[in-house]
């Protein structure tokens, strides 16, 4: 069974404008992590921001913050005021905090900013 | 410093070639870890290293051999590779391997052609 699920298709998005990138999760585990990471065409996944399964507020990284909705099995990424350097793939995952130690990506979302 | 490096960037090996993907980090990192990824796909966990050990192997096709020769450094030995292997291979690091909060943090990546 997939574990995260990133089903948009490739987004456009106007400079400055912001963007929600979703994300679900699939646990029994009462104890896990919520990752975002992007990966620009040159390769290099870089890490955004985390939110913990305990974690009482939603993470806040500068412009990255996570829309964390536990019930709902949801953590969607939000990236306000968008630069053109924000186009890129990005990545959800999440890591379960007991036996499976693995890093489960989703699949991504492409997102493309345009001036 | 927060950088993982990779070496070289771009390869390109025929299938009877013998090379090395070399990965290094001065975190103070003690996991270490070799992901492969295919265009527009997410990575794909390979191997990890623990403490200089190798604690996860993916089942992944004996022509590909890792190495820790320190806790710094982390190799991939490539041997009769296939045309699909073909693929970006990325090396991560983290603090730990077993803590839940575990950010890897991603090296820019090596693009492997096999001919």
């Known amino acids: 069974a997939q574990k995260i699920t990133q089903t948009q298709p490739g987004m456009f998005v106007q400079e400055k404008e912001a963007v929600t990138l979703d994300c679900t999760y699939d646990t029994s585990d009462p104890s896990y992590g919520l990752f975002w990471y992007k990966q620009p065409s040159s390769g290099e996944m870089i890490f955004l921001i985390y939110q913990g399964s305990y974690d009482q507020q939603n993470a806040t990284e500068g412009r990255y913050s996570l829309n964390f909705q536990k019930a709902r099995k949801s953590a969607n990424l939000v990236i306000s005021a968008s630069q053109l350097g924000d186009s890129a793939m990005y990545f959800c995952a999440m890591r379960e905090g007991y036996g499976n130690n693995r890093l489960a990506f989703g699949k991504g979302n492409q997102v493309v900013v345009i001036p | 410093d927060t950088e993982v490096t990779q070496t070289p960037k771009h390869l390109v090996m025929g299938m009877t070639n013998k090379k090395s993907l070399k990965c290094e980090q001065h975190?103070?990192?003690?996991?270490m870890y070799w992901y492969k990824q295919k265009a527009k796909k997410p990575p794909e966990l390979m191997f990890v290293y623990s403490y200089e050990k190798l604690s996860i192997n993916e089942s992944v096709p004996s022509r590909f051999s890792p190495e820790c020769p320190n806790s710094s450094l982390l190799n991939l030995h490539l041997h009769a590779l296939q045309p699909e292997d073909s693929a970006l291979y990325l090396c991560?690091?983290?603090?730990?391997?077993?803590?839940?909060?575990?950010?890897?943090?991603f090296g820019p990546g090596t693009r492997l052609t096999v001919l």
């Open positions: 975190m103070g990192h003690r996991a």
């Open positions: 991560a690091s983290s603090q730990e391997w077993d803590r839940l909060y575990n950010e890897q943090f």
